[in-house]
C-alpha cells in the first residue's frame, strides 16, 4: 500500500502506461484505510477507472472489469447522489467491460442500476443501447427489438406496430431514388448535427438489425429505409456507413438490383474509413459479405471474416465475431473449399468458445452448419453430437434463422437422396428468397434443379419440366452478376 502511495505521488498525472495498473493494485491492498480517508477515497477511485481504462484500450476487458469493479466498492453508500458523475461513468465503464468480458448477466445488473439512478434520457441512453447488444448476444431478439423500439418513441420517433409490404415496396425505391439524387461529395462533406438525431440513427439501425434476425423481411427493410432516409436528409455520421450496408443488403435481394447493393455496398466501406468506428467493421463486412460476397471470390471474403472474428473477439464484440464465423463457414460449406473432416474440427472449435462467449445466437446457427457437415461426412453416424438446431417457437415466418433453418434441411436432403424432403425444403426457401439475388437461394435453386432433373429421369412429369425452366432462368439472371461463382453451376443444370 505504502510503495503504492509512493508510486502514484510521484506518477501523479503522467502517462505512465501499464504502470498504472501496478500502482492501482499496491494501492488497493490499503482498501481499510482507504475507506477511512474521505479526501483519499476519489482520488483512487479514479485511478482505478484509469487503470481499468488503460486495460480496456489494450483489449484485457476481464482484468479492466477487476479495475473497475475495485474502483466501485471504494465509493461511499450515497455516491449516485454525491458523486453522480463518477458513478454515471464508471457504472457504464464496468457494463461495457462486463459485456466484452461475456459477463452478461452481471453486465445487465449495472445497466439497470444506471437505469434507475440516471437523472435523464440523455444519461440513460448508452446504457440502453448496451443492454439492446447484450440481448442480441443472449438471443433475446425481441427484447432487443423492444428496447430500441421503446427509445426511439422517447426520442419523438413514431415506431409503427406493424408495415404492409406494399408500405415497404414504395419506400425501397423511393429511399434508392434520394440516394442517387443526393449521394455525393456535397452529401458527404455535410455532418449531421445534433446528438439526438445521431441517437435516432443509431437506434434505428440497432433496431433493424435485431428485426432481421427474427422478423419478417419486410420489417427490416422499413427500418433500414427509414434510417437511410434520415441520414440522406440530414447528412452523414458515424452510423451512416451501417445503415447504408443495411440498405444495401435488404435490395440484394432482388435480382434486378444486384448492381446497385453492389455499389451501395461498396460506397459504405469507402465512408466508413472516413470514421473512426473499427468497433463497427466486423458488422460492416458481415453484411457485405452476406448480401454480395458471392459477387466476389469465396476465399478472399472467407479470409476476411476470419480477420473480422480476431478483431472483433479481441475489441469485445464476441457475438459480431462469431456471425462471421458463421458466414465463413457457409461460404465453405458452398465453396466445397475446405475438406470436411477439417471443416467439421474448426466447427467444434468455435462452438468451445461459445461455452466461454455464449453467443447464444450464433451458437443456433452454426448447430445448423455442424449438422450439414456432420451428414455430408458420413450422414451423422459417427460425427453427430446431441446438440441439434430447429426453429423456434418464438420466430416469425420469414425470418433468417427459419430460413437458414430451411436452407440447410435442402442441402442435406440434396446430398443424401431425400428427394421430395428436398423439393419440400427448396419450395420453403424459394418463398424466402424468390428472386436471385441472394446466394443462398442461387445455391438451393441450384441443387433443387438437379433435384428435379434427377426426379425427372425416373418419371416424366410436365409441371416438374416446367419447373426446371424457371430455375434455369432465374440462375441465368444469378450467373449474370456472379459469373465466376454461379456460370459452372448454371451450365451443368442447362446440360
Known sequence: ??????????????????????????????????????????????????????????????????????????????????????SLRLNFMMASAANSSCEYDDAELILQRILKEARSTKDKLPSYYL????????????????????????????????????????????????????YGDDWLATKMEGITLHNVVKFYAAMATSAFFFKVSHIAAYLICKVVQLSLQNGVCQHT????????????????????SHRIANNAMALSKKFNISDQNAELQLIFFHAVGHLECFHSGIQRLRGCFESALSSGNANMGFLCVQQLILFSIISGGKELTSLLKEIDYYLHLLQTYKSEMTRRFLLNSRETVSMLIDKGEATSIEAQEC??????????????????????????????????????????????????????????GLNLLDMLKKKTNALRRKEVDEVIALM????????????????????
Open 391 to 448: 426453429p423456434g417457437a418464438d420466430t416469425e415466418p420469414g425470418n433468417v434463422i427459419l430460413n437458414m433453418f430451411y436452407f440447410h434441411r435442402a442441402f442435406q436432403s440434396y446430398w443424401l437422396g431425400f428427394s421430395e424432403r428436398c423439393c419440400h425444403f427448396a419450395q420453403k426457401c424459394a418463398v424466402a428468397f424468390p428472386k436471385p439475388g441472394r446466394l443462398y437461394g442461387t445455391q438451393v435453386r441450384f441443387y433443387h
Open 241 to 260: 456507413p451501417l445503415a447504408l450496408m443495411q440498405l444495401a443488403d435488404i435490395i440484394s435481394l432482388d435480382g434486378n438490383n444486384v448492381a446497385i
Open 131 to 182: 443492454l439492446s447488444q447484450i440481448f442480441q448476444a443472449q438471443g433475446k431478439l425481441a427484447d432487443a427489438y423492444g428496447t430500441c423500439s421503446s427509445i426511439l418513441s422517447q426520442l419523438g420517433e413514431t415506431v409503427p406496430e406493424s408495415v404492409t409490404p406494399e408500405t415497404v415496396g414504395a419506400m425501397i425505391p423511393e429511399t434508392l431514388r434520394m440516394y442517387d439524387q443526393v
Open 1 to 86: 500500500y505504502n510503495l503504492g502511495r509512493v508510486m502514484h505521488s510521484v506518477c501523479d498525472g503522467k502517462d505512465v502506461g501499464d504502470t498504472i495498473l501496478l500502482i492501482a493494485s499496491q494501492i488497493y491492498h490499503g482498501k481499510e484505510s482507504i475507506m477511512k480517508n474521505d479526501e483519499l477515497r476519489i482520488p483512487i477511485v479514479k485511478l482505478n477507472m484509469a487503470a481499468g481504462m488503460k486495460a480496456m484500450e489494450s483489449c484485457r476487458h476481464k482484468t479492466a472489469y477487476s479495475y473497475l469493479k475495485a474502483a466501485w466498492s471504494l465509493l461511499p453508500d450515497d455516491c449516485w447522489g454525491s458523486y453522480y458523475d463518477i
Open 476 to 495: 441465368k439472371i444469378a450467373a449474370s452478376h456472379a459469373d465466376s461463382n454461379i456460370r459452372n453451376k448454371l451450365e451443368l443444370l442447362e446440360a
